[in-house]
């Protein structure tokens, strides 16, 4: 090809891209060699080798985008991305951010996994849910792939718990693909999934949860409103062990008090006193680094409050006025 053409032709190619990625056997047949390809993909030439068979056109480190339509272009017809990737594409935030493309490929594609493309062979693939023009997994089976690929609690808490509070799937879907798909790298999910039945919110009052159970207390419950004998408000306590009267909250403003936050802190402590409610008030801090203590005031606040007459309150039942 003669010098001083590139331009053009670069322009050309890129209308049978997508997004400057493009099938290697695509060029050839569109007159450009082997050679040409090969030499052009080499320090010094115009484009960059991507996957096998996979060209972008252009020298520049792909986008993530690009990245996506090299792997789609690379495992070839039905192709689907899951994991990390795919919650991206939902709108997830939470959860590593992702250092390769999960594909999920029919069960008798013989494509292997290659460089930033993982691939994965499914005899169940779902059906593809498109955002931007890409094909994704349903969110559910996506941010269980992603999980179940990881050993890190507390990134397997963030996700699950952010694609649960952000409506992109719930704890009934996600359980119920769990017992249907692969039982590998399931323990945590389950693990998770269980907390947020229980009420938990966010990374912290997982954590909140864990010491509890250490301590040996009978199981709480999360984020419900206690009333008082009439009906009135009384708090919302992070944690509250019905049994006893007992309320466990975790002050998280511990750097940053604000007089509104003091004053209203005040407020709900005095309610709780107003009725007889004991309760046990931590910073977050010291769920992690003195665990220990945190657990011995808790048994010893339930040791008092199981030794006085409990507080005539309840929990605030749904559709009470």
Request: hydrophobic letters at 40%; a positive charge; one cysteine or more.
């Amino acid at each position: 090809m003669e010098r001083g053409t590139w331009d053009r032709v670069d322009g050309e190619l890129w209308k049978h891209s997508r997004f400057g990625v493009v099938r290697a056997s695509l060029l050839e047949a569109l007159g450009i060699s082997q050679t040409t390809t090969y030499r052009q993909c080499q320090p010094g030439g115009r484009w960059r080798h991507l996957l096998p068979g996979v060209v972008l056109l252009t020298r520049s480190l792909p986008t993530a985008r690009q990245r996506i339509e090299a792997a789609l272009t690379f495992a070839k017809h039905e192709a689907v991305i899951t994991g990390f990737q795919a919650a991206r594409l939902y709108g997830l935030r939470t959860g590593p951010d992702p250092q390769f493309v999960h594909l999920l490929i029919p069960h008798e594609s013989r494509v292997l996994s290659s460089g930033f493309a993982v691939l994965e062979r499914t005899r169940f693939l779902p059906k593809a849910k498109c955002r931007d023009g890409v094909p994704l997994a349903p969110p559910t089976r996506a941010v269980l792939d992603g999980v179940r690929r990881i050993r890190e609690l507390d990134a397997v808490r963030a996700l699950l718990i952010e694609s649960v509070q952000s409506g992109l799937t719930d704890v009934d879907s996600l359980r119920g693909e769990l017992d249907v798909g692969t039982k590998r790298g399931t323990a945590l999910p389950r693990r998770v999934l269980d907390e947020i039945g229980l009420g938990v919110r966010s990374v912290a009052e997982a954590d909140t949860l864990e010491i509890w159970h250490q301590a040996g207390l009978p199981t709480p419950h999360r984020n419900v409103v206690i009333v008082d004998a009439d009906g009135a408000y009384i708090g919302m306590p992070d944690t509250w062990c019905d049994e006893v009267g007992l309320a466990w909250e975790i002050d998280s403003n511990e750097f940053h008090y604000s007089k509104d936050t003091y004053a209203r802190t005040l407020e709900r402590n005095s309610r709780y006193a107003s009725v007889g409610i004991s309760v046990v008030q931590t910073l977050p801090s010291r769920l992690r680094t003195k665990p220990d203590a945190v657990i011995a005031e808790l048994r010893a606040a339930y040791a008092a409050a199981q030794a006085r007459t409990r507080p005539a309150v309840s929990i605030k039942t749904t559709g009470a006025t």
